[in-house]
């Protein structure tokens, strides 16, 4: 018997059934891969890339860039490996034994993984029937338990719901542990709806945003932290040395000069957010929960049929099975629209069919 870490074998796995979709709509994605003329200046970039050296300027080079666009100073800045990693070391530099973090359920799955590998005690906090925060409830988990890190993730996924500012702003007056706020669908939504401003009055906030999802850099893995810079310098011992690669730095540099160009692309999935919307509500039986994202969540009796007819036609959504609060409930990223009559159409011949 191999020794391993105790916990590992009752972790839970990230297990999404990969394959070769004909229309992948489970990852909320971006439908199409850069612009054409970000990509070429990325690719003449990265021609010019020294292989043989480690990172050197390129971290910074994007955190300046981030930090002029913010007016935030850049020892308030950090990069990883996606939001993914960002959220991953911030619960290790939280965590520990005898450590409690909080966040809502549902939300992202991921949160309750971190918490294991951070050897924290996870504390969900159940959304309201309408997957509304409850921010009382929310402050009063952080208290009972003395969490060390809250989490909340605004606009929600999967749910697809926004959290107001001012419910934010009253959860950093009311609890006095890190709170992370993570905004990895806040483009969609739109800059106004960002927790960012609100750094400066709570020195224990921290938001944490992602280029895989609007700016459709998710093959490069590239997310990042705001916080102030005393949570950045403690975060940053939880980091190898060179953890991110000079490709992605660059790339992402790039992306980010440049992200007035994925503009267009923000604007086409927000229409077409709520074109499939009012679409999807017309159809008898299915519950179409309101978002300010780039999937939409769907509750319907028969979703794991519909689900399995789908995947038969090679059109991936993410189901979520028995997940708590998500019973038949399927979330689909959206696709360009006519990637979007085709996934709808097929919803409703399968409702018309075997409804
Ligand atoms: C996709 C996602 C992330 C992480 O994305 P990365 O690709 O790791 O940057 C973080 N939080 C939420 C809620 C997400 O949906």
Request: hydrophobic share 40%; aromatic share 10%; proline share 5%.
């Amino acid at each position: 018997m191999l020794k391993y870490r105790k916990g590992l074998s009752d972790m839970p796995a990230y297990d999404v059934a990969e394959r070769d979709w004909r229309l992948k709509l489970n990852a909320n994605e971006a439908p199409t891969s850069l612009p054409p003329l970000v990509e070429e200046r990325v690719i003449s970039r990265l021609s010019r890339v020294a292989f043989n050296r480690y990172p050197n300027q390129e971290m910074a080079d994007i955190i300046a860039q981030v930090a002029s666009n913010y007016s935030l100073r850049e020892e308030q800045i950090f990069f990883g490996n996606g939001s993914s990693e960002i959220i991953e070391k911030l619960f290790f530099a939280f965590g520990g034994s005898g450590r409690s973090i909080v966040y809502p359920e549902p939300s992202f799955s991921m949160y309750r993984i971190y918490v294991k590998t951070a050897d924290a005690n996870g504390v969900p906090v159940g959304l309201e029937e309408d997957y509304s925060l409850d921010r009382e409830k929310f402050v009063r988990a952080v208290r009972e338990s003395k969490a060390s890190l809250a989490v909340i993730c605004t606009p929600n996924n999967p749910t697809g719901n926004l959290i107001s500012l001012s419910d934010i702003e009253y959860i950093a007056q009311n609890v006095d542990c890190a709170l992370l706020v993570d905004e990895a669908y806040l483009e969609f939504a739109g800059e106004d709806a960002s927790a960012v401003p609100l750094l400066k009055k709570y020195p224990h906030l921290i938001v944490a945003r992602t280029f895989s999802k609007a700016y459709g850099l998710a093959a490069a893995r590239v997310g990042y932290m705001m916080a102030d810079a005393s949570i950045v310098e403690m975060t940053k011992k939880a980091f190898m040395p060179y953890h991110l690669n000079v490709l992605s730095l660059v790339t992402a540099d790039i992306v980010y000069q440049m992200r007035d160009e994925f503009q267009p692309r923000i604007y086409m999935l927000r229409d077409e957010c709520r074109r499939v919307s009012e679409t999807l509500k017309g159809f008898p039986g299915l519950t179409v929960y309101p978002s300010c994202t780039n999937f939409i969540l769907l509750k319907y009796a028969k979703a794991v049929e519909l689900n399995e007819y789908l995947t038969e036609l090679g059109i991936g959504v993410r189901s979520f099975g028995s997940a708590p609060r998500l019973e038949n409930c399927l979330r689909v990223s959206l696709g360009t629209r006519e990637e979007n009559d085709v996934w709808m159409k097929e919803v409703k011949r399968f409702i018309e069919e075997k409804g």
